[in-house]
């Protein structure tokens, strides 16, 4: 782990006294694409500036960066040779975290995450004749 992906600035006119970045471990779970539940096998680290919003006074999480090890989807949904996001073109996330599920347990916590404006990608490798348009 490091915090070489925290940002370097806050939110304007945030207070630095009550801004934190972390870095989070996701050890498992299920991540949801569309009508995919994909299961979270290999640990995933997320970078987060977490916050009160200067304007509303709100808690903020800010999720900076995320990385992964490749995961397989389950069922052979793309096959063997399909896959969605590469080293240069990776999946990006916008993600907030919904602070009405966060679950304090023993030795970790939950939350659910949600991006809504995530934009369908198309695989890449997928056989010419699944491509749109063939």
Known sequence: MTYADCPDSLPVGAD???WICDNIVIGGGTMTIGSIEQ????????TVQSGFDPATGETRNIFVKMRSQ???V???VLGDTCYIGSK???VK???EGDNDTLKWYDDSIG???NDTSFAKMLPFGLPRNLRPGS
Do not use: R
């Open 39 to 46: 299961p979270l096998t290999k640990p995933i680290s997320m």
């Open 111 to 113: 939350m659910t995450m």
């Open 88 to 90: 240069s073109e990776p």
């Open 93 to 95: 996330l916008n993600l």
């Open 70 to 72: 490749q995961e397989t």
């Open 74 to 76: 389950p069922g052979g």
């Open 16 to 18: 630095p006294g009550n």
